[in-house]
Structures are given as C-alpha cells and as structure tokens.
C-alpha cells in the first residue's frame, strides 16, 4: 500500500462517508420494501464487498449486500453499488498516458489488476473511520463486513448490542 494511496484516502474520509451514506440509503429503501412485504426480518450484516469485476470494467469498486439473520443463505437478494470516483480515478489516472506509449490493453487490465490489492487494503483499513462518519450507520446495529465478492470477509464493525433471539 503507498503512502500516496494511504493519503488520498484519509484526505477523502468526508466524502467517501457521504457516498457509503447515499449507497446504504439506497441498499435500505429496498431491504424495507421487503420487510414490510414479510420477505426480510431484522437487518443483521452489511456486506462491503471489493469487485475485481469493477476495477477491470471501471464500474463501482464496491457493492453492499444487506441480510438479516439468514445472513448469505437470505436468498432475496438486496444490495446497491458504492461507487468512489474520490479515490477510483486515480487507479485509471495513467491510461491516456499509457495508451500514447502503445501500452497494449491486456497490459493496462494487468496494472488495474495489480494495483487493486493496494486499494482493498486501504479500504479494509479506513473502512472503520468511513462507517463511524456514515449517518445510515446510527440506526442500524448490525455486523459489517469486508472482502472480496463471495469470498473471504473480515467484520469491520460489531453490532454495538447483541440482540437476544
């Protein structure tokens, strides 16, 4: 992880908070419908997952799935896309300039690829500071977690109070 990267992420807790904010919103108007229409019970985990998909298509780096206490065999699906131009650009920064220099397509994916290791780390590490500023997060208590689309996860936040079932 660079120190550069490291710093365009601190420098962009604010706005990567309000964006986190308006994709969770969108992720819960959805999850509520479902409730009310008895195909959701209590919200209990967001999933803050890092596509590889999203790095080599430039689309949204991240997707939030939202379970309830089914957790991932809730088979009704419910998510929304976090998309962070703030620190996403700066992975493509360099393809105008690549591209003059004949660097082949396969060869910008394979830096894309490569470089996406560094921005999953820095999510995994400011994600904490990012859910803490969030104001979707004061009404949820729940269990958040981080990582690869279907793969591993890490919680990166604990429900504040365990709820007795």
Known sequence: ??????KLFEGNIEQLADSLDEAVQAALSDYRKLQASGNKGHLS?????????????????????????????DITECCAYWDVPCVSSALYSDVDAMKKNRVQDYEI????????????????????????????????NCQWHFGQYLGVTTVVREREIDEVL
């Open 1 to 6: 992880m660079s120190i550069e990267l490291e």
């Open 45 to 73: 985990h967001v999933y803050i997952s890092f596509l590889l998909s999203g790095v080599l298509c430039e689309l949204p780096l991240l997707r939030i799935d939202l379970f309830d206490e089914n957790d991932k065999s």
């Open 109 to 140: 994916e394979q830096a894309w690829f490569d470089d996406s290791g560094s921005y999953s780390q820095c999510f995994e590490r400011f994600l904490p500071q990012i859910i803490e500023r969030c104001e979707a997060v004061k009404e949820l």
